[in-house]
């Protein structure tokens, strides 16, 4: 359920806390299977923000910022479905992602930063699942 899902990903950003990237990508796994076995859409959308996070720390900002681009992309057309004014990223994941977003900036620069973001703003569900098996 949204618990577990919500526990294995707190997991997953202690673990990066702790430098523990390989025991994060474990974490953000279970989460993810949960979040896709329940349907769980807000769930499975932060997972991807957590693998944008791994994807920070082991130093890969390119599929990092497309990661979070299509975490976003992800996150407006759920709003946009639901017409919801219900937040749909807590604070407290709200300040992993933008701790790990700063991380991505500070590693490559502007021109890079956008061409990546605006590549993962474009991937489908489909395409940035792929993406992220391919990746971990």
């Known amino acids: 359920d949204s618990t577990l899902s919500a526990i ?17 990508e474990v974490h953000f796994h279970q989460a993810l299977k949960v979040a896709r076995e329940y349907d769980l859409v807000r769930g499975r ?3 991807i923000a957590g693998f944008a996070s791994l994807a ?16 976003f992309a ?12 219900q937040k749909m990223i807590e604070p407290v994941d709200q300040m992993e992602i933008e701790e790990y977003l700063a991380l991505c900036k500070a590693q490559v620069d502007e021109t890079v930063f956008t061409e990546a973001w605006n590549a993962g703003m474009a991937l489908t569900l489909d395409e940035v ?5 391919k990746t971990s």
Do not use: M, W
């Not at 920070?56 to 975490?71: D, M, Q, S, Y």
């Open 74 to 85: 992800q996150v407006e057309a759920l709003q946009n479905e639901s017409k919801s004014k």
């Open 45 to 47: 959308n932060l997972c």
């Open 129 to 133: 699942l792929s993406e992220i098996q």
């Open 56 to 71: 920070a720390v082991r130093k890969e900002p390119v599929i990092a910022t497309r990661l979070l681009g299509a975490f």
């Open 8 to 24: 294995y990903r707190g997991l997953g950003y202690v673990a990066l806390h702790e430098g523990k990237d390989q025991q994060a």
